[in-house]
């Protein structure tokens, strides 16, 4: 482990949770001193905490969650249109700056790809799928696959859910 | 010492540049701070924004930085955002505040219009604590070099005064840092230019006139430098600065979004202030767009989504058309005058509201006529210019400068400038400095200048009293534009009696326009290019025998770092050093 990222890492679970894990007392050289009470568990992390996070940024930077949550059936298109390409130019700003994403198939979507793996989950077949994988086919989506994520550590005292606060003006 | 630290103190945005002493290049220093609450994330440029959080403006913990679990205040990208929505406790623009003499700037005055019962800072506090989160991020990320001790240059407006360069450097120096030097910024703006371009010399000869237009967020900024020969080689020097004109692309925006808000207005459509801003902020988006060269778009959509739920049903529908965008910008911001048009002077009205003294006339054009204008009338003829600040990203507004410029100098019989392509006009500022740093081992040209300013002391003429009126005031230049760094000068044959344990005040003026005065010289009367700055107070202790009179001269001094000190001198060399009273409140 470089020097930098040992140091950052020993310095945010102290911080956060006020001891240190087990992985980076060994790089340290260091050992739990007999009969010292156990470390608390960290607060518990819910499997549901990144997805109401991701939703939390894309209603902060950019209305998300209002714009899916409003009915708009009764506005024209005009008005929905004018609302969309404020709202859209936002959330990939912001999805960008999070999620870096890149398609499974890096191909031009209507010619020949090979099949980049034998896995339905990353690349579905359509049309007559033969029992055995076929060497390629033509490409119709290209996929999306998460290259990489980089959400914020929130702090353990905070409620993810909460996915926007109200607001409330003081006159 | 390491490395050569620049910094770019800037109205709206901060930015640190460096360079290793061992002559590596000079390389940009990504500012980590907050740019959400529990975010913590490296940007290019700091915004100049300090914003006070009460017990209630953001959840607890999630202001840590990787430095500092509970910062009391915030500074950068978050400050600025959370001010938007809660103005009160945000401190912007200190810059400006700081070269403000209508106001104490060491009393805690900021936020101007602050919450009730907020512990306010002064305008050098707030400058001290960018710098100070600009220290502890460095400080974090290279711990075997400390800030402290490298070598630090912060950069001013050339039109900065003495005394609010002298209040950025204690600024500075309050961080701790023992090796300060101050820098123009338009000049850093030339050594950047000449880092990118090391064969510099061939783009420019002897005799050449090279004008600085700097316009960034919060100020205009003008200085020429000129291109000499010294003992067979290539040599700078800066001629001229332009006086402190608080005018930028903040201005333009919010020029344009008040042409929508009118537009829309006349629709009955009423806007709320964070509203205001977020049509400030489209209208700069929007902006940016029109003025891309490869845009042919007659309009640019401006949205304001809804409040609240109600986001598409309360979304309101704008647009910034190009005909507006050139009437405001262009016409607005740099009409095409002559170059004897000058700006408009602020009627003085008996009482003007306090707060930021914002240039009266919003033509740059016209503040470049009469920048360009000598003493003698005659008009200086540049033959290059260099542009720096974000506002001259835009190509339009480039060509519009020289169009006009050209036209003047065409009208003069005189040959049109060249420009001088500047790159990354928001660092350029930063990585000058740093290049300077390098500069000032030996290690390139240095621009030489001096001074940007004649500075003189106020004499009461010596007349029967009339009452009601006060005695009409002569000047004594007590420095001349461009005394240099590390020199003194003396004016031996005038005579003022101090008292003794008694404090005494003088009062303090100085000019950008006027270049020829030598010192020692009376300007019997004041014109409007001699302005008055802060007084000056020196208290000559009791233990010198209280009560009795010493006759002193003055002597004025300009130290290697920058800063101009002004010193009483007695007839047997006893020496007192003047000190401004920025305490002192001058009537406007």
Request: aromatic share 6%.
């Amino acid at each position: 482990m470089s020097r930098i990222s040992l140091a950052f890492r020993s310095f945010f679970a102290i911080l956060f949770h006020g001891a240190l894990p087990d992985a980076l007392l060994t790089s340290l050289g260091l050992a739990h001193r007999a009969g010292s009470k156990p470390v608390p568990a960290p607060a518990a992390h819910s499997p549901s905490d990144g997805a109401l996070q991701m939703l939390a940024i894309l209603q902060r930077d950019a209305r998300l969650i209002d714009f899916l949550m409003e009915d708009i059936s009764s506005y024209s298109d005009d008005q929905v249109g004018a609302a969309v390409r404020s709202l859209h130019d936002q959330c990939r700003d912001s999805l960008q700056r999070y999620v870096q994403l890149a398609p499974v198939i890096d191909g031009v979507e209507g010619t020949h790809t090979k099949l980049a793996s034998a896995d339905p989950a990353s690349v579905k077949l359509l049309g007559n799928v033969p029992p055995q994988p076929p060497p390629g086919g033509t490409l119709r989506h290209r996929g999306w696959r998460c290259a990489k994520i980089d959400l914020p550590a929130p702090g353990a005292r905070h409620n993810f859910s909460i996915v926007a606060p109200a607001e409330v003006e003081i006159e | 010492m390491k490395y050569v630290i620049g910094i770019d103190l800037g109205t709206t945005n901060c930015a640190l540049a460096y360079a290793a002493l061992d002559s590596e290049p000079v390389g940009l220093f990504p500012v980590p701070q907050l740019v959400n609450p529990g975010e913590v994330r490296e940007e290019a440029l700091l915004p100049s924004s300090l914003f006070l959080p009460g017990a209630l403006d953001f959840p607890a913990g999630s202001l840590a930085l990787p430095w500092n679990a509970e910062p009391a205040e915030v500074v950068g990208r978050l400050a600025q955002k959370r001010g938007v929505e809660n103005p009160g406790r945000l401190v912007s623009s200190a810059k400006s505040w700081l070269s403000h003499s209508g106001v104490d700037r060491t009393a805690a005055i900021l936020p101007w219009s602050g919450a009730p019962g907020l512990q306010k800072v002064s305008p050098v506090e707030a400058s001290r604590r960018y710098l100070e989160h600009l220290r502890t991020a460095w400080d974090f990320h290279r711990p075997d070099a400390p800030f402290t001790e490298q070598e630090v240059l912060v950069t001013v407006p050339a039109s900065f005064d003495a005394v609010a360069r002298e209040l950025t450097l204690s600024a500075a120096e309050q961080t701790g840092c023992r090796n300060v030097t101050l820098l123009e910024e338009p000049q850093a703006a030339f050594y950047a230019w000449i880092e990118r371009h090391p064969g510099w010399r061939e783009r420019v000869a002897a005799g050449d006139l090279i004008l600085v237009v700097d316009i960034g967020g919060g100020t205009t900024d003008l200085t020429l430098i000129a291109v000499t020969e010294r003992e067979g080689e290539l040599a700078l020097e800066r001629v001229a600065v332009g006086e402190h004109i608080l005018l930028g692309g903040d201005n333009m925006d919010l020029a344009l979004a008040r042409a929508i808000e009118r537009e829309l207005a006349e629709k009955g459509a009423r806007l709320d202030g964070l509203q205001i801003h977020a049509l400030w902020h489209n209208c700069r988006v929007a902006k940016e767009k029109l003025l891309d060269p490869a845009s042919k778009a007659a309009q640019e959509p401006v949205t304001i989504l809804g409040k609240g739920a109600g986001l598409v049903g309360g979304t309101i529908r704008a647009a910034l058309k190009r005909s507006i965008l050139n009437a405001v910008l262009l016409d607005g911001f740099f009409p095409e005058v002559t170059s004897q048009d000058f700006p408009e002077r602020r009627r003085r009205v008996g009482l003007q509201e306090i707060g930021l003294p914002y240039a009266a006339d919003p033509a740059i054009t016209k503040h470049l006529a009469q920048f360009l204008r000598r003493q003698d009338g005659s008009m200086a003829a540049p033959t290059h210019v260099l542009f720096n600040g974000g506002v001259l990203h835009a190509r339009l507004l480039r060509e519009r400068l020289l169009k006009v410029l050209n036209g003047w100098l065409a009208t003069e019989g005189k040959t049109a400038v060249q420009a001088l392509e500047g790159e990354d006009l928001m660092h350029a500022v930063a990585r000058g400095a740093a290049y300077y740093g390098l500069a000032r081992r030996g290690k390139g040209v240095r621009i030489r200048g001096g001074i940007a300013r004649a500075y003189y002391v106020g004499i009461e003429s010596a007349m029967p009293a009339v009452p009601g009126l006060p005695n009409p005031l002569k000047a004594l230049t007590v420095a001349g534009f461009g005394m240099e760094e590390g020199t003194g000068a003396s004016v031996p044959d005038r005579e003022f009696a101090l008292v003794v344990g008694e404090p005494a005040e003088f009062r303090f003026f100085s000019s950008t326009s006027r270049r020829e005065d030598a010192v020692g010289t009376l300007i019997e009367e004041l014109g409007p290019e001699i302005q008055e700055i802060t007084p000056m107070e020196v208290h000559l202790p009791a233990s010198e025998g209280a009560g009795q009179l010493v006759p002193v001269t003055f002597e004025t001094v300009v130290t290697e770092t920058g800063p101009l000190q002004p010193w009483c001198v007695a007839r047997d060399g006893r020496r007192w050093k003047l000190e401004f009273n920025v305490r002192e409140r001058i009537p406007a």
